[in-house]
């Protein structure tokens, strides 16, 4: 069996490589534009939904999202209807850095995707959601205390 999921994983370990060192200028380190990218596309999203976009355990989102706070990228509001809920928000220091974050991620796309059709584009695109859909299946299960069959 091909080693398809060891290519991506260098593809995604090394565009997350790049995309530290590059926006280690702007005080974001450790895949927080990923959080910032979430949470500047969809303003008042929950941090729960947020972990669960990226796929990281609540822990480790309230980790990077705690960061993005301290540093003035992003700010926690109370929901009007249950103050227990707090909804983050982009603040004009994140508006400002998400355009860089979606530009370099453009970038990106571009030089992975050179050379292929877009017909090839969307067959890759179409299968990688399926493996990712097949991944969630387990990601759920485990998340929630459950061990794989192997």
């Known amino acids: 069996m ?9 593809i995604a370990r090394a565009l997350d490589s790049i995309s530290n060192l590059e926006f280690k200028e702007y005080d974001l380190t450790k895949g927080q534009y990923l959080y910032l990218v979430r949470i500047c596309e969809s303003p008042g999203i929950i941090q729960e939904k947020v972990a669960e976009m990226i796929k990281v355990d609540r822990t480790t989102a309230s980790r990077a999202i705690k960061k993005l706070e301290l540093n003035g990228f992003i700010e926690k509001r109370d ?16 508006k400002t850095v998400y355009p860089i974050i979606k530009r370099e991620n453009d970038h990106s796309n571009q030089v992975a995707l050179a050379g292929f059709t877009d017909n090839e584009i ?29």
């Open 122 to 150: 969307e067959v890759i695109f179409k299968l990688l959601q399926k493996v990712r859909q097949n991944v969630e299946v387990d990601w759920e299960a485990v998340k929630k205390g459950h061990k794989r069959t192997y």
């Open 79 to 94: 929901d009007e209807q249950n103050k227990k809920i707090k909804k983050l928000f982009p603040t004009e220091k994140g």
């Open 2 to 10: 091909k080693e398809i999921l060891r290519e991506i994983g260098m």
